[in-house]
Structures are given as structure tokens and as C-alpha cells.
Nanobody, 123 residues
Framework: QVQLVESGGGSVQAGGSLRLTCAAS????????WGWFRQIPGKEREGVAY???????GYVDSVKGRFTISKDNAKKILTLEMNSLKPEDTAMYYC?????????????????WGQGTQVTVSS
């Protein structure tokens, strides 16, 4: 049973950077699809970035060129480097995993979710 734990959230000023990490425990995850999502209260959860079993990545348009997703299969760690942060990046960020290997931004694709880590960007 895979369990995911996020860390690294916090408060920064616009233009700053944060690194989010997601540690997986339980079964091996080398063949998994991993994703980062974010959610603002009252809004639907939004896909931010994903990396599939072949390390093919995808980003939502609003973060392209600013965020970078990576993974370490041996350590079972997923990372999201966030640079040039904007106030509109403020949200709860969630790590997710799917055993299906290839990725989409559909939340229903993912069966494992972390508890979330808050990112707040002030102007």
C-alpha cells in the first residue's frame, strides 16, 4: 500500500522560490505516474505537473517555464521546484500517484493522494 507525504510548503513573496517534496512509502513506485495538484477553497483541484514512468513530463500552461517536476525512483521521492512564484500560485498542493504508469491531469486517474502542503505567495 503506497502512502504519500508532502513537505516543503510555506510562505514566500512574489518572485520567490519553494521546493515541494513528496515521499512515498510502501510498495515500489518506479512504474508509477506521479502528479502535483493544487486546490483553492471552493474551487476544483487543478493539475499542475506530472511525470510518468518514462519520465515524460507535463505542465499546466500557467506554470510552464517556472515549475520543474522530477523524481528519484530509488529514494521514492517526487519533487516540484517552483520559481518566480506568483500570488495566484497560492493553494494547497497535493502529491498523487497512479499505478497506471502514464499520466493525465484527471484527478480520477490517481488512486493515492498525500495530505497536502500549503503554499502562500504574497504580493
Amino acid at each position: 500500500q503506497v502512502q504519500l507525504v508532502e513537505s516543503g510548503g510555506g510562505s514566500v513573496q512574489a518572485g520567490g522560490s519553494l521546493r515541494l517534496t513528496c515521499a512515498a512509502s510502501g510498495a515500489a513506485v518506479s512504474g508509477y505516474c506521479w502528479g502535483w495538484f493544487r486546490q483553492i477553497p471552493g474551487k476544483e483541484r487543478e493539475g499542475v505537473a506530472y511525470i510518468d514512468r518514462d519520465s515524460i513530463v507535463g505542465y499546466v500552461d500557467s506554470v510552464k517555464g517556472r515549475f520543474t517536476i522530477s523524481k528519484d525512483n530509488a529514494k521514492k521521492i517526487l519533487t516540484l521546484e517552483m520559481n518566480s512564484l506568483k500570488p495566484e500560485d497560492t493553494a494547497m498542493y497535493y502529491c498523487a500517484a497512479s499505478s497506471r504508469g502514464y499520466c493525465t491531469f484527471a484527478t480520477t486517474w490517481y488512486s493515492k493522494w498525500g495530505q497536502g502542503t500549503q503554499v502562500t505567495v504574497s504580493s
